[in-house]
């Protein structure tokens, strides 16, 4: 045979082979096709009754082809997006099913946010079935424009979840309301588009009527419509999620709220302040703390006019006894002669250091805050204390003072009530405010959109908790002190330092030195000290209250009293 006969001869069954298969897909197709079709129902009828108080009846009737799915089944959505932060949420009840009006016995099931009802077909005996069910939630109110009348909206997904497609869906809606505008929308659930014929408010059709089809498994045919308020009421069921956005949402309400609880705590806060805090107007002129009276030519010589301690002074002057108060003191007891401070030979590569020497017949009575300060660095027949240890000798007392130094202000008249008590008090009123607002934010911004009005809560308890640091209250008689010390502290920073009797500086500038390092300005009077050194020679006792190595000199003072006040504040305080 040559190549063209084999050719010719091959092709021959080629060609049968393939009419074969082209004649069985024509024959199969068909079956196919309607294999496709069985699963659809013939219609989707919806008769409903929309009540003027929103609540929706339906009843939609599933007429199945000839060939009948063993179960259908239908899920209706609970649950569906309003904002980007909360959802519409419907209530659906007495979901059931029947045919004939015979009740089928359907299970109805919850299933996420679907309710879902499944069918037996074959209790129906070919009857159309109609599944029924009652919804709330499905009319929404409308932002009210200004010059029209209330409206509301009603949306409902007629056909929605049902597991076979429809090959027509037709509906009406009974309602006493008026429609000014309707919308009907079919096809896939996220896109859906118009459906094939809908109207309402006309002659032909009174109320809203729809149509559609064929729709696929699934899909979903949705009705929308506007009313009037007063013949259609609002009966949304909204059900917002939580987010730290709407938590802190900034509308009218919240900001007048948080504004309101600012404005009324500021207040509460000043009221209380000057009632409680605001020192006792002083009833007569200040008090005359100290003078430089003039005793000769270009002299003056330092006084104290009352009897006010460099620790009293402090402790008055801002309420609290401060580490500067406690240093003072140590310096006023070396200054009337009730100890000595002696500073140690230093071979220059170690840090300095100090000892007490304690001394009698000093001047002046002590009191207690001075005496627990006395026997804690310079104890009756003990070991000189060192600086470099006093936290271990003194620091344990420190509280005693503290507390000695606040019951001796009281005592002296300063003030009706220990200072820090009073910070307590309103301290402790503070803590249990910023907790009880802590706990009203916490749930402020859980369950409500006023998450700005806790934090204006907790400003104003953070704003008691500031105000109880004010509440120590001077009497009349601290008044006066404090408007004397004014002029005092003045005095100190501004008084020649060059005039002190000749002969006498040292003695003079030691007496006032104590309150120029609570008050301010020792640093210009410790210079003074320097200046009046009008010798050579070394000057390690020439200061009663301070003694030094042999070598030392007065110009050395500014550095050693410097370096005496840091580590003496350093190591008491920094327990």
């Not at 729809?210 to 009421?233: C, H, K």
């Not at 300063?414 to 301290?427: L, M």
């Amino acid at each position: 045979m040559s190549n063209q006969v084999v050719g010719t001869w091959l092709t021959r069954p080629l060609r049968l082979l393939l009419a074969l298969i082209l004649g069985a897909m024509l024959v199969a197709g068909p079956v196919a096709v309607q294999a496709r079709a069985d699963d659809t129902a013939a219609s989707y009828e919806i008769d409903a009754q929309l009540a003027s108080d929103g609540a929706l009846t339906v009843n939609a009737t599933v007429t199945l082809g000839e060939t009948k799915p063993e179960t259908l089944r239908q899920a209706f959505r609970t649950r569906r997006p309003a904002t980007s932060t909360s959802d519409y949420v419907y209530t659906i009840t007495d979901l059931k099913a029947s045919a004939g009006g015979n009740d089928l016995g359907a299970t109805v099931s919850d299933d996420g946010d679907d309710k879902v009802i499944e069918i037996n077909t074959a209790a129906a005996n070919n009857e159309p079935i109609v599944i029924s069910y009652k919804v709330v939630g499905a009319v929404a109110a409308n932002e009210k424009p200004d010059e029209h009348e209330a409206t509301t909206t009603f949306a409902w997904h007629f056909l929605q979840g049902l597991n076979v497609g429809v090959t027509s869906v037709t509906g009406s809606i009974n309602t006493s309301a008026p429609v000014s505008w309707i919308d009907c929308r079919s096809g896939n659930p996220v896109a859906p588009g118009a459906c094939s014929n809908w109207q309402a408010g006309t002659h032909e059709a009174p109320v809203p009527t729809f149509e559609d089809g064929p729709r696929g498994a699934n899909e979903v045919v949705m009705v929308t419509f506007i009313s009037p308020a007063s013949l259609l009421s609002a009966n949304e069921q909204i059900d917002h999620r939580w987010t730290l956005d709407r938590a802190f949402t900034f509308s009218w309400p919240t900001a007048l709220a948080a504004l309101a609880a600012l404005l009324l705590g500021a207040l509460a806060l000043w009221s209380l302040h000057r009632r409680a805090g605001r020192d006792i107007a002083a009833l007569s002129h200040p008090t005359l703390v100290a003078e430089f009276a003039p005793v000769g030519e270009g002299e003056s010589e330092f006084s104290m006019v009352s009897d006010v301690r460099p620790g009293q002074i402090g402790t008055v002057a801002d309420e609290r006894v401060d580490p500067v108060d406690v240093t003072g003191t140590l310096l006023d007891l070396a200054v009337r002669g009730h100890l000595r401070i002696e500073q140690l030979p230093n071979d220059g590569h170690s840090p300095m250091d100090w000892s007490f020497t304690r001394l009698e017949g000093g001047r002046g009575e002590l009191h207690p805050y001075e005496t627990l300060l006395l026997d804690a660095v310079a104890p009756k027949g003990g070991n000189p204390v060192l600086v470099s240890h006093i936290s271990e000798a003194v620091g344990p007392v420190i509280p005693e003072v503290q507390d000695a130094l606040y019951d001796d202000v009281v005592a002296q008249g300063w003030f009706d009530k220990r200072p820090d008590a009073a910070r307590n008090t309103f301290a402790i009123a503070g803590w249990v405010t910023l907790v009880v607002a802590l706990v009203a934010l916490g749930l402020l911004v859980a369950f409500t959109t006023y998450g700005l009005l806790g934090l204006a809560l907790v400003a104003v308890a953070v704003g008691l908790l500031w105000v109880s640091q004010l509440m120590p209250r001077r009497s009349a008689r601290g008044s006066e002190l404090l408007a004397g010390l004014h002029g005092f502290a003045s005095l100190l920073q501004h008084q020649r330092t060059d005039q002190m009797p000749k002969g006498r500086e040292l003695h003079e500038i030691s007496e006032l030195l104590p309150y120029a390092v609570v008050l301010g300005g020792k640093d210009r009077w410790i210079e003074a000290l320097v200046a009046a050194d009008g010798d050579e020679q070394a000057d390690s006792k020439k200061l009663d209250w301070y003694h030094a190595p042999d070598d030392w000199h007065l110009h050395h003072l500014p550095a050693s009293l410097d370096a005496f006040i840091t580590v003496v504040q350093g190591r008491l305080f920094s327990r």
